[in-house]
């Protein structure tokens, strides 16, 4: 009997998927739940389980293909066995042992076309991508070690005579890459495109500045650290105080924590807070729930586990969904100051950055002072400057005075 393998529901809003790639083929005995195929959507990629035990019996939907929620792509043959394949051997010269054939290798479009123009073999190189996949970088450090270790080498004998030379001469010099390349847009990359765009010309938006002393939480942290980690098994960072304190600036600030709906204002009185995290494939906020209600350390548990998880690629789409202000740490790239830009529907998104030690005027002497610019984009149709201003005053308050948001003063 025949079952169907069609893409599942992806989540609100999400209506069609990319195949990114098939992890079984045509003949493989698969078990019930084990993965089959790989979905690359504008959120997140995400694995596709087999409905059944049995044989891979087709594939419809190749990988590259574009395919709507609902989409048969594949059939199972339920129940059936495979034959035992024999093992795969390469063909050998007479005389010579038979070799066994390399397992496929996890690499993209522009990792293969590096690889073929610089006469590099995938199997050769040493994955440093996600699940073991060859990355473009990758291949470039191959070929630069094959260059080096190939510099001067003696050729094992003299070579037979050339024939006469082509007229036309090779598109790339053997070793180099080439000086272009195409590479299709992902579905993840294009959505960021399309979002950015329209944060860009949807929102009246403005970005206003300031500048906050990280002297005191760095004391904190300093003071608590061995004792935090040891009780709770995670670290205490910079994060969860900024978390804390933009829920102290929402609550007094609803505006920012809103939404517009057509010619309504939606205010929320729950704190869903999106964490900008960068992976492999572009920009992703995970949303950590109900921010307001969790510690310290609950706030950096869920935040190291989505951090995590966004990067293996392994966050469900629902968390990705519905957080009502966003806060994007650039100051991990060495960003000084920026201006972040808006994550649709939501109205705010405050930018942290590179903490750098500033001469700043204390009580009428000049010291040296962890120093970092924040910087708050917002939506000016329903936010008034004196509103943001103020927003950001109250954000600088709490992390400079961290007990202020334990005394909720």
């Keep these: 009997m025949s079952i169907e393998i069609r893409v599942p529901t992806l989540g609100e809003s999400v209506t069609e998927a990319t195949i990114a790639r098939w992890l079984k083929r045509p003949g493989d005995t698969v078990a019930q739940d084990e993965p089959l195929v790989e979905l ?10 087999s409905p059944a035990s049995g044989v891979l019996e087709a594939i419809l939907v190749e990988a590259g293909k574009d395919v709507a929620v609902g989409t048969v792509v594949g059939r199972i043959a339920e129940g059936a066995v495979a034959p035992a394949p024999a093992p795969a051997v390469s063909a050998a010269a007479p005389g010579e042992p038979a070799r ?8 993209g ?3 293969r076309k590096e690889a073929a123009e610089a006469g590099i073999a995938l199997a050769a190189v040493t994955p440093t991508g996600p699940k073991g996949t060859v990355t473009r970088e990758d291949v470039r450090a191959a070929a630069a070690a094959a260059a080096v270790h190939g510099a001067g080498a003696e050729p094992a004998m003299a070579p037979a005579p050339a024939a006469p030379p082509s007229p036309a001469p090779p598109a790339v010099a053997p070793g180099r890459a080439a000086r272009e390349e195409r590479v299709r ?3 993840l990359r294009k959505r960021i495109a399309e979002r950015l765009k329209e944060a860009q010309n949807t929102a009246a938006m403005l970005t206003t500045f300031n500048e906050v002393d990280m002297s005191a939480v760095i004391a904190l942290r300093e003071r608590y650290q061995d004792a935090f980690v040891k009780k709770h098994g995670v670290k205490l960072g910079f994060m969860s105080f900024f978390v804390k304190a933009s829920i102290e600036a929402l609550k007094a600030f609803p505006a920012v924590n809103a939404e517009i709906d057509g010619e309504e204002i939606v205010y929320k009185h729950y704190y869903d ?5 960068s992976t492999d494939q572009g920009l992703v906020v995970p949303v950590v729930r109900d921010a307001d ?3 310290f350390a609950d706030i950096e548990k869920r935040i190291a586990d989505l951090g995590k998880r966004a990067r293996e690629g392994k966050l469900a789409i629902e968390e990705l969904q519905g957080g009502t202000f966003t ?3 650039g100051g991990i790239f060495g960003s000084l100051l920026s201006t972040p830009i808006l994550n649709p529907p939501q109205v705010g998104i405050l930018g942290m950055h590179k903490i750098q030690e500033r001469p700043m005027v204390v009580a009428g002497r000049i010291e040296p002072r962890p120093m970092m610019y924040l910087a708050l984009s917002y939506d000016h149709r329903i936010i008034d400057g004196r509103e943001a201003v103020s927003f950001l005053v109250r954000v600088k308050e709490c992390i400079e005075a961290p007990e202020r948001m334990l005394l909720e003063a």
């Design 273 to 277: 807070i999106g964490v900008a995290v």
């Design 327 to 329: 806060i994007t740490n």
């Design 109 to 111: 479009p522009a990792a």
């Design 293 to 295: 209600l969790l510690s």
């Design 100 to 107: 066994a054939l390399a397992p496929e290798v996890r690499a």
């Design 40 to 49: 690359e959507t504008d959120k997140v990629n995400l694995e596709v389980p």
């Design 185 to 187: 847009m992902t579905r």
